[in-house]
């Protein structure tokens, strides 16, 4: 028998409470938070994620967009009585699926299992990447170089992991942008060049950062050193 799916539930306590009720009738292992920050700093650990969209500390927008950001974690969004507004917000803001209080208990497992299905079939996506001497841990969202902590925002740390996950390959601006600042497009996309012309700064070297031009970003190699792909295994290739 496969194990029980582990929820987390996130909505104001009484919400959380009334939803894991009826949740418990089919067979997850459910635990609850009653706050953006609490589900932010418990959520490593389950399988799923039911978000509500109106919590007392954070927006639940914001809330998705980090978790999001982390990693593959299944999130429903919970969107109450919400609009169509809402319900797209939520999709972009990484929500894999969004229910209303509409939702019948049938139709919400059938959606649980459904969003299951495409999870457990995405790639896993690493916790730490190495490429040396460049060191990326997503947990922490720490950036090494040479041993060295290299201090960075939290957009350019997404970029940067975004990029390395994709070594060997050109990303494009807008996936970048679609992947680091969710449903926020810039009128112009001049943001993504601040950032990385931040990024550059900070390690040192533009050349970890190859701009390809009129498509967008690829991650490259620092000054003299060989050029890298995600799995961490190096090559080198001409300069030119």
């Not at 009738?25 to 978000?51: K, P, Q």
């Not at 969209?53 to 429903?76: K, Q």
């Not at 730490?128 to 001497?133: E, N």
């Not at 807008?174 to 060049?193: C, F, K, N």
Request: proline residues 3%.
């Amino acid at each position: 028998m496969p194990d029980a799916t582990k929820v987390l539930v996130v909505a104001q306590p009484a919400a959380a409470a009334a939803f894991a009720k009826d949740v418990n009738r089919r067979r997850y292992v459910i635990r609850t938070a009653g706050s953006g920050a609490e589900a932010l700093n418990g959520h490593r650990d389950v399988d799923l994620i039911v978000l509500g969209l109106e919590l007392p500390d954070i927006d639940g927008l914001e809330v998705c967009r980090s978790i999001r950001a982390e990693g593959g974690t299944a999130i429903i969004a919970w969107a109450g009585q919400g609009d169509e507004l809402e319900r797209i917000l939520a999709l972009k803001a990484g929500a894999d699926d969004c229910i209303t209080a509409a939702c019948g208990w049938r139709e919400f497992v059938a959606r649980v299992e459904a969003v299951m299905r495409r999870v457990r079939a995405r790639p896993a996506v690493p916790e730490t990447i190495s490429l040396p001497p460049l060191r990326l841990d997503r947990v922490t969202r720490d950036v090494r170089l040479r041993d060295q902590g290299i201090d960075v925002t939290s957009k350019e740390f997404d970029l940067l992991y975004t990029l390395a996950a994709n070594a060997g390959k050109v990303v494009s601006r807008r996936e970048l942008m679609t992947t680091v600042w969710g449903d926020q497009w810039a009128t112009t996309s001049r943001t993504i060049d601040t950032h990385v012309s931040s990024l550059r700064a900070k390690l040192g070297c533009g050349q970890w950062i190859v701009t390809v031009r009129g498509v967008g970003y690829q991650f490259g190699r620092g000054c003299d050193e060989p050029a890298a792909t995600a799995d961490g295994v190096a090559s080198r290739r001409s300069s030119g």
